[in-house]
């Protein structure tokens, strides 16, 4: 199987590029110290399409394939990993689940959230599949509403968004998912969270009171919910790896800029062979996560399984956005660890993509089940 972008994907990526680095690249720095992105910027992004990309066609969104998502996140990443964090919590957890489940009262909310006239989010269910999950209680009255209990440690792109997805259970096996129009009495959502990373990404905790919400907020319940979740699983790791790739790229880029750029010991010190060497462990490193990152999307845009290989690209993207940050803030010596140093936000940023929604031990123990399956 050939998962190399075509021509057209990659003047699709080129042109999310020059937005990214015109754009938000400029903004970066500052929302990263506000925590949150301005107005303005939002609106832009709007206008890019961006919102709208895993939003099918007919509710009005652009409906790309695996690809052409994974690449937008990676250039997005790269000028801004935060921006790439709003677009996974309003693509991954809101609108795929939102159109994948397709109620038909979707499609003028959909239509919103696809332009960006209106920001969603949701939180991760860890393990949703799994008996016993930390999530909120769900209970069916006998006028069809649902009243919900319990607490959530990160909504994300709260509590800016408008729109949340919701994921509750109603047994020790049943899990479901629910939209959210609108917070109304009996949801309370706190301040942002004072993050270390992805600053400019807000998400803050949430409390469920006697949240009620009608039927027709339903989205999936029981099995298929079950499968909705595992599938959203796959999705939002695919998703944090194309984001961990385009901070490792942005972190590479600085480095050997700065190794070309700077000069010590009357010379550059890019022409000192530990360095060399270091660079291109770098870039081998990084060329070899994009790679697992490509061929997960290429197998879901062919209808293959692909959850074992995006596990595989989160786990090997993440450790390589950490690593390659790591380095450089090493190769910038003492500027690399000022605030006004990108390298530094990229360092956050990068440790972020081993955390979210799954750590790396838990990658490792779902790579070792697919190797060795354990009896449950």
């Known amino acids: 199987m050939s998962f190399a972008p075509g021509r057209e994907h990659l003047l699709f990526q ?8 015109g754009v938000l690249r400029p903004a970066a720095a500052d929302a990263d110290e506000a925590g949150r992105f301005g107005p303005t910027v939002l609106a832009q992004v709007a206008q890019t399409g961006l919102f709208g990309l895993l939003v099918p066609r007919p509710l009005g969104g ?3 394939d695996t690809l052409r998502w994974v ?3 990676e250039a997005v990443a790269h000028a801004s990993a935060a921006m790439a ?3 996974i919590a309003h693509g991954v957890l809101a609108c795929w689940p939102f159109a994948r489940t397709a109620p038909a009262h979707a499609d003028p909310l959909l239509s919103r959230l696809a332009r960006g006239e209106a920001l969603a989010g949701g939180h991760w269910p860890p393990h949703a599949v799994t008996a016993g999950a930390p999530l909120p209680t769900a209970t069916r009255e006998a006028t069809g509403t649902w009243r919900l209990h319990g607490a959530l440690n990160r909504l994300h792109n709260a509590p800016t968004a408008s729109t949340y997805v919701l994921w509750a259970r109603t047994a020790p096996d049943a899990v479901l998912a629910l939209f959210v129009g609108a917070p109304g009495p009996g949801l309370t959502i706190g301040p942002p969270r004072d993050e270390l990373g992805l600053r400019g990404a807000p998400a803050a905790p949430a409390i469920l009171d ?3 919400l009608g039927g027709e907020a339903l989205l999936a319940h029981g099995a298929e919910a079950s499968t909705l979740a595992a599938e959203l699983r796959d999705l939002h790791r695919l998703s944090v790896a ?3 790739l385009g901070i490792a790229q942005a972190a590479l880029d600085a480095a050997t800029h700065y190794a070309g750029t700077r000069q010590q010991f009357g010379q550059l010190i890019g022409r000192f062979q530990g360095l060399r060497w270091l660079l291109a462990d770098l870039h081998l490193a990084v060329e070899g996560a994009r790679l697992l990152v490509y ?3 290429a197998l879901r845009d062919a209808g293959e399984p692909f959850g074992p290989v995006a596990a595989l690209a989160r786990l090997a993207a993440g450790q390589t956005a950490t690593r390659v940050a790591t380095k450089a803030v090493q190769v910038h010596g003492g500027y ?3 605030r006004e140093s990108p390298v530094q936000r990229y360092l956050r940023d990068a440790k972020s993509t081993e955390l979210a929604g799954d750590t790396s031990a838990t990658l490792r123990d779902d790579i070792a089940q697919a190797l060795l399956p354990l009896d449950a």
């Open 62 to 64: 652009a409906g790309v």
């Open 242 to 244: 194309a984001q961990a």
């Open 71 to 73: 690449l937008a996140l």
């Open 336 to 338: 690399g660890y000022l």
């Open 14 to 21: 080129r042109t999310v590029r020059r937005f990214a680095e």
């Open 295 to 297: 061929r997960a999307a």
């Open 85 to 87: 964090s709003i677009l």
């Open 210 to 212: 006697g949240y009620t």
